[in-house]
């Protein structure tokens, strides 16, 4: 496998005055990259820093105490999924713990989440309410650029997000495993938010990985498979992964732009030319 020389994603600057400008950017980097990152997008430092320090402790909490902060909804709408404690010596195991669940979209909601840490639920309702903000208007500028209404995505293609905390602990032998394998995203858009100084995530572009180098502060947006179908394959839903290290613990925050069950997830009527019909797949092997 070839690894980067120099190739980055593109970084793209919300806080420009012209909102077409940032639309074109933004288009051309989900066409060639289907990863951008954004700076001056608003959020605050101390919410960004806050939202990580609440999930670093529920990870650093012991066990028990994560499992039972995680299981209050008898739906499962809250989960923690981990992969290294699997005891099975034969099948890969990813370095990697996450916790789950859908966004508080109302008190009632609320009462599914973890308890603790204390702030949990306060920090998670004000990040979820700030990034919906921005991740809406990110979705209103690929649609408008892709030609279609600016809130054809708005409705119950986005009415569903879901929250996932990840941890990745430092692993002892990272040649043999990582902390997430090569995939797409499912979803419309994710917004991830990364530490500092850790190298980790990797996107597949013309035959080799790139690094997503943490820029402070930015968010790492990328485009979902969904997305690459509503456009009918001019957005593209790139594979990424997650490599692990020895050193550092490393915690990230996605947030999943998705929709609702009842959603028929299919290219925008007005981008099948009568000709060419649906060629959603174009970008898709395996
Ligand atoms: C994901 C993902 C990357 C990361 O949640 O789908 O790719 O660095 N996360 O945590
Ligand atoms: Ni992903």
Not at 11 to 30: F, T, Y
Not at 55 to 67: D, G, L, N, R, T
Request: some cysteine; overall charge neutral.
């Amino acid at each position: 496998m070839v690894f980067s020389s120099g190739n980055k994603i593109p970084v793209v600057d919300l806080g420009l005055h012209d909102r077409h400008e940032i639309l074109k950017h933004i288009l051309k980097a989900s066409e060639e990259y289907g990863f951008f990152q954004v700076i001056n997008h608003g959020v605050s430092k101390e919410l960004m820093d806050e939202t990580l320090n609440i999930f670093k402790e529920f990870h650093a909490m012991p066990a028990e105490e994560k499992i039972r902060e995680s299981s209050r909804d008898p739906n499962g709408g809250c989960r923690l999924y981990t992969s290294r404690e699997i005891n099975n010596k034969d099948i890969v195991q990813f370095w990697r713990d996450t916790l789950r669940h859908l966004c508080p979209s109302s008190q009632d909601s609320m009462q599914f989440l973890p308890q603790k840490p204390a702030k949990y639920r306060e920090v998670v309702a004000k990040y979820t309410q700030e990034i919906r903000r921005m991740g809406l208007e990110i979705l209103e500028l690929l649609c408008e650029g892709l030609g279609l209404d600016p809130k054809y995505c708005s409705g119950g293609l986005s009415e569903s997000p879901l929250l996932l905390g990840h941890h990745y602990p430092p692993c002892p032998e990272p040649s043999l495993t990582l902390g997430a394998p090569k995939h797409r995203d499912p979803n419309l858009v994710t917004i991830l938010l990364q530490e500092k100084d850790i190298n980790s995530l990797q996107v597949f572009k013309d035959g080799e990985w790139i690094v997503v180098e943490p820029i402070p502060y930015a968010f790492v947006v990328n485009i979902g498979l969904m997305l690459q179908v509503i456009s009918n394959g001019r957005l593209i839903g790139a594979e990424h992964r997650v490599v692990t290290n020895s050193e550092f613990a490393r915690t990230t925050v996605a947030y999943f732009i998705r929709p609702t069950s009842k959603q028929i997830i299919e290219p925008a009527k007005s981008l099948i030319s009568s000709g060419a019909g649906p060629c959603w797949e174009k970008n898709f092997k395996g």
